[in-house]
């Protein structure tokens, strides 16, 4: 999950984050800055490093719950589609929500790596979207889907063609509801504690990995992966005394 979220950004979220600590440190996929070493970067990163309740997980052995489907009211527009360099984001106007915990969470972006950063019983997936949600004190719950290869994703198509493609591009994007039209149609999950996947790692996240996956041409990830100029997934961690709750 990108990088963006810090003490300055608890509450809300910018589009991009270029004059925040976190920008200032470079990190990335590959080379000296790859994800085995972001927890020495700095100090600031060090949950990369030494975090116990780390994301992305191999999600296995979940114990049943009969825990209820979510119901995200994901009913507002798309406001900017932008490249910070580690994702394309697409970030929302006010207004979709979901309950959860008897929680309101308001949706401010959502955002994809490729190959999928989670597994579900030891299979990766071509891609993985994350909806990045807020409630009023700043904590997260982060909706995640996995996408399969196949057909073409007609949500996707929407924007996939005129994704930006030079770090700090930023255009206008104005689709109603797309949030909500992107999200599978059986809404049980997956649920665990976590992190942010990408530094400062910070821990407190609540996932939830939909179940239902959805189909994504083989053009369509290659296209991404052409923009990111490679992978943008963080390696699995140790799950550690973590349940999984299905």
Same mark, same amino acid.
């Given at each position: 999950m990108w990088h963006y979220i810090n003490e300055k950004l608890r509450s809300t979220?910018?589009?991009l984050s270029n004059n925040s600590t976190?920008?200032?440190i470079h990190w990335g996929y590959t080379g000296h800055s790859s994800p085995?070493?972001?927890g020495s970067l700095s100090e600031k990163y060090r949950d990369c490093g030494?975090?116990?309740n780390q994301s992305p997980i191999n999600i296995t052995h979940s114990i049943h719950g009969n825990l209820p489907a979510l119901a995200p009211s994901y009913t507002s527009d798309s406001?900017? &589609?932008?490249?910070n360099g580690?994702?394309?984001q697409v970030n929302m106007a006010k207004g979709s929500r979901v309950e959860i915990d008897d929680i309101i969470f308001e949706l401010k972006q959502f955002h994809f790596h490729a190959p999928s950063e989670n597994h579900i019983e030891g299979k990766e997936f071509p891609l993985e979207g994350h909806f990045v949600n807020l409630d009023k004190d700043g904590n997260i719950a982060v909706l995640a889907i996995m996408f399969e290869e196949g057909e073409e994703n007609k949500q996707l198509a929407k924007f996939w063609? &005129?994704?930006p493609t030079k770090p700090g591009e930023v255009q206008t994007l104005k689709l109603s509801k797309i949030a909500n039209a992107l999200l599978p149609k059986d809404k049980h999950y997956y649920r665990f504690n976590g992190s942010l996947t990408t530094p400062p790692c910070t821990e407190g996240v609540r996932w939830f990995v939909f179940k239902?996956?959805?189909?994504?041409?083989?053009?369509?990830?290659?296209?991404?992966h052409d923009i990111m100029h490679g992978d943008n997934n963080r390696p699995i961690q140790p799950l550690d005394a973590r349940i999984i709750v299905d």
């Open positions: 979220i910018l589009l976190e920008e200032k085995d070493k972001w030494k975090g116990l406001n900017y &589609i932008a490249d580690h994702t394309v063609d &005129i994704m239902e996956t959805l189909t994504i041409s083989k053009e369509q990830v290659a296209k991404f």
